[in-house]
């Protein structure tokens, strides 16, 4: 182990005053190998940089130009490994600028070394960090620009469609409205996280209750317009968007629960998250399912089965990244901004429901005739009443775990188990 001094820039009086922020002036040594070397965290402890990470100017992601101070004095060597009381690495909250360290343990993302916020941010510095690189960017814009996307189809669709008369259509609409609203969650979710430990939690919770709203939209379109011959007016079929209803209740609370055990137990935490989302999914997909690996029947023997199996592929792959953490658990510090797999994992979930949504649009179209005559579609009060109590029942929970995180003694949610 080498304990190393870090010469990847040159600072002002920043670290030494501990308050006063200084000019920085990057250094011709902008990218220096750190293998085997030492950082010292926020938290006080010294971790190990892994092999093949380097620490950067850009990497350490400090906005140098909003640093400015009189009594800056250039050309001083800035040591990571100092021991500075952990606050003294964190500038100042009212500015964009990202941490020049780990933020504490609650903040962390495995394999993610540089490019992380000011764990007590503004609203403002959070907005501001759109237009700033920090390991949050990607994530936000990943959802921000389909949001867009899947707004200017929705709006496409309602305008060609006599809503009034076209009770045919409102499942898709109720469908494409949900399809909205999961990344616009999530992209306010990756905003406003860095503004403090319970908004981040707060925030990550409205993000799951927004993608179970989803899933119960899919259940809903599917109902409508996937559902293979033989499942039609069954039992299954019946039962199958009421206890859709049930499944995003359970995995919301599931998933907020998860939250809880983010630090003390990170592998249960994971496993249960995995979970919340995996069996509404799992759910929603059984008549899909049915469909692709077994006698659907001649209507739904269609030209939607391709996108409903590239949709498939791509939730399978977009599964994989959001558990394996490839491919910056491989290399720490190399993904930090650009190419993580929490950004891969944004990318494919949205690949995966542009393929949904043609497959879905293509089953309403070609099958419109055939269920017309043989579907007993749900009627408007029933997908109301559904979404209703998802709406409901998902903000019960949000509401209960948020108050939780203000009853539970902080060194209790956050302190690591050993
Ligand atoms: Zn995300």
């Known amino acids: 182990m080498t304990r190393v001094s870090v010469p990847v820039w040159e600072c002002g009086d920043w670290l030494d005053s501990q308050r006063e922020p200084g000019s920085c002036v990057p250094s011709s040594s902008r990218s220096r190998p750190l293998e085997g070397h ?18 950067t100017a850009q990497g350490l992601g400090v906005s140098c130009s909003r640093l400015q101070s009189s009594s800056a004095q250039p050309g001083r060597k800035l040591d990571a490994t100092r021991a500075v009381p952990p606050e003294t690495l964190w500038p100042p909250s009212g500015l964009t600028s990202v941490l020049l360290s780990l933020p504490p343990q609650v903040f962390h993302e495995q394999g ?7 764990p007590q941010s503004s609203a403002t510095a959070c907005v501001l960090s759109l237009f700033q690189m920090t390991n949050e960017t990607l994530n936000i ?5 389909p949001f867009w996307f899947f707004v200017w189809r929705f709006v496409t669709a309602l305008s060609v469609t006599d809503i009034q008369n076209d009770s045919y ?22 905003t406003f ?14 993000d799951y209750g927004a993608v179970n709203l989803f899933s119960l ?12 011959d033989v499942m039609v007016r ?54 899909i399912f049915y469909r692709l690996f077994l006698l659907p029947g001649e209507s739904a023997q269609n030209e939607a089965i391709l996108s409903h199996q590239k949709h498939m592929a791509m939730t399978l792959l977009a599964s994989f990244f959001y558990s394996a953490h ?42 419109k005739e055939w269920l017309l005559a043989h579907s007993r579609p749900l009627s408007f009060p029933q997908m109301v009443a559904a979404i209703l109590l998802c709406l409901v029942f998902s903000f019960s929970n949000i509401i209960y775990f948020s108050a939780a995180l203000y009853r539970i003694p902080e060194p209790e949610l956050h302190k690591k188990e050993t």
């Not at 996280?193 to 409205?206: D, E, P, Q, T, V």
């Open 38 to 55: 030492e950082i010292l965290e926020p938290t006080g402890r010294r971790r190990e940089v892994g092999e093949g990470s380097s620490l």
């Open 112 to 118: 993610i070394l540089f490019g992380y916020r000011h």
């Open 141 to 145: 814009w990943t959802h921000l620009l």
């Open 169 to 190: 259509s409102w499942p898709l609409f109720v469908y494409m409205g949900t399809s909205c609203v999961y990344p616009f969650a999530s992209s306010c979710a990756h």
């Open 193 to 206: 996280s860095s503004m403090s430990k319970n908004a981040r939690h707060i925030c990550y919770f409205l």
């Open 217 to 228: 939209g899919s259940a809903i379109a599917y109902s409508a317009y996937s559902i293979p």
């Open 234 to 287: 069954t039992a299954f079929h019946d039962c199958y968007v009421p206890l859709a209803v049930l499944n995003t209740i359970l995995s919301t609370g599931l998933s907020c629960y998860s939250r809880f055990l983010e630090v003390q137990k990170p592998g249960l935490c994971k496993m249960l998250r995995v979970l919340a989302f995996a069996y509404p999914y799992t759910w929603d997909s059984l008549p």
């Open 326 to 367: 490839l491919p910056e658990r491989l290399a720490p510090g190399r993904f930090d901004y650009i190419g993580h797999s929490h950004q891969l994992f944004h990318v494919c979930v949205i690949l995966a429901t542009h393929m949904q949504m043609e497959a879905i649009l293509l089953d309403k179209t070609l099958r």
